[in-house]
């Protein structure tokens, strides 16, 4: 219970805003966070509690897999890299072939979430393929 | 002599009817709450702290049943018992326990190497390591990226992430 106490303020703040499926596990010394977010906003305050508590995330001892909920099929996203282009790929990974570009900024269509990594998109343009998801900010 | 021998009639009478009455009522409480009790030690799967008192052949029952079932079925025993005219049952049912949380999901080193290279990617410097569903980061980051790093990994269900990047 020693991490709980340590991470209470991030686990207060995940369960007061709203994240869904929440699981807080304690497992060989390491604190497992899952659950769903509402809003990416939600996730960067976790994430910034996080980074507060444990400063640059030395302590190894948190995994938090709170991802935004893709929401239904349709859903649109705004495409949030630094600055460069959203590759758009054939298939779940960075191995896979290039099929296209989203640009930084644009509006991508949700069709599903092959994994918590990888959605499967549709560009503004109509080209269809996987994306990372870490750049992709449901709408 | 006559006299005497009316006062010793009257005298046994009374005796008797108290005593029959006694027996009408007293004993039979008490063989009733020892059947009672010895069937709550039967059931001491089901309940906890169960006892029984019994007056008038009425049965109160206290305790802490672990359902509804359980404490339905018993009470229903007890009122099948010749003798027991009604049934208090003052028992209650323990809360549900908490549901045992499932066990945390941690990916194979295998599952995880390619999600760790797709991670890393967009950050030249950075190198990962993956053994014994570990991430070992080493190499150099710019502050900036680490989160949006860490994040990344954070998806990929390791058993932990041990961050020994030089931060620039």
């Known amino acids: 219970m020693a991490l709980q106490d340590k991470y209470k303020e991030l686990l207060d703040a995940a369960s007061t805003s709203g994240v869904s499926n929440l699981q807080v596990r304690e497992q060989d010394n390491v604190l497992y966070i899952d659950g769903d977010a509402p809003t990416g906003e939600v996730k960067d305050q976790l994430w910034a509690i996080y980074n507060k508590i444990d400063p640059d995330f030395r302590a190894a001892d948190v995994v938090m897999n709170v991802n935004v909920a893709a929401g239904a099929a349709g859903t649109k996203a705004t495409v949030t890299t630094d600055s460069s282009n959203l590759n758009v790929r054939k298939g779940p990974g960075t191995d896979q072939p290039i099929v296209g570009k989203a640009a930084h900024g644009s509006t991508v269509t949700l069709i599903s979430k092959a994994n918590d990594q990888w959605w499967l998109i549709k560009t503004e343009k109509g080209e269809e393929g996987y994306a990372y998801a870490q750049y992709l900010t449901p709408q | ?168």
């Open chain 2, 1 to 168: 002599m006559r006299k005497s021998f009316l006062r010793f009639a009257f005298v046994f009478a009374a005796v008797a009817i108290v005593v029959l009455s006694a027996c009408k009522s007293g004993p039979k409480d008490a063989d009733l709450e020892k059947t009672v009790t010895e069937k709550l030690s039967a059931a001491s799967t089901d309940v906890t702290g169960g006892s029984a008192t019994v007056k008038d052949g009425v049965v109160t029952l206290s305790g802490v049943f672990k359902d509804d079932a359980s404490k339905a079925a018993f009470e229903t025993t007890v009122k099948a018992i010749p003798g027991v005219k009604s049934v208090v049952n003052n028992s209650t049912v323990a809360p549900p326990a908490a549901p045992v949380p499932a066990p945390v999901v941690i990916n194979g080193d295998d599952a995880l190497k390619p999600g760790v290279t797709d991670a890393i990617k967009d950050f030249p410097g950075v190198k990962a390591e993956v053994k014994d569903s570990i991430i070992t980061l080493t190499g150099d980051i710019k502050r900036a990226s680490l989160q949006k790093l860490m994040m990344s990994l954070h998806t990929l269900k390791a058993k932990k992430i041990e961050n020994k990047l030089t931060i620039k």
